[in-house]
């Protein structure tokens, strides 16, 4: 059982810069691969970006130069920096986690731990 806890959202203006923290707790953190989604009202959920457990990362076409996924394994914690914030990255954000191999996800079936999500508002 993996139990994870996000922080760092809130209120920025266009442009401007947020990081996402996600901490876990309650097994083996550095077997997981990790992943970031987001959803925004009216809307499914959205994959961001994901990172196994040897730290190789994708990113979505929709971040992709803007947005950065990391991990401390030390830490037990994955981060989510991400940049030149624009309104349509106005969402609640998810960490996940995937036990199966440690291999990057792409899909929420992929994951089988989800955090509380994190409100992110981005103002024009």
């Known amino acids: 059982q993996v139990q994870l806890v996000e922080s760092g959202g809130g209120l920025v203006q266009a442009g401007g810069s947020l990081r996402l923290s996600c901490a876990a707790s309650?097994?083996?953190?550095?077997?997981?691969?990790m992943g970031w989604f987001r959803q925004a009202p009216g809307k499914e959920r959205e994959f961001i970006a994901t990172?196994?457990?040897?730290?190789?990362?994708y990113h979505a076409d929709s971040v992709k130069g803007r947005f950065t996924i990391s991990r401390d394994n030390a830490k037990n914690a994955v981060y989510l920096q991400m940049n030149d914030l624009k309104s349509e990255d106005t969402a609640v954000y998810y960490c996940a986690a995937r036990f199966a191999d440690g291999g990057m996800g792409f899909s929420q079936g992929d994951y089988d731990y989800w955090g509380q999500g994190t409100q992110v508002t981005v103002s024009s």
């Open positions: 990172i196994n457990w040897i730290g190789n990362t």
């Open positions: 309650g097994s083996t953190f550095s077997g997981y691969a």
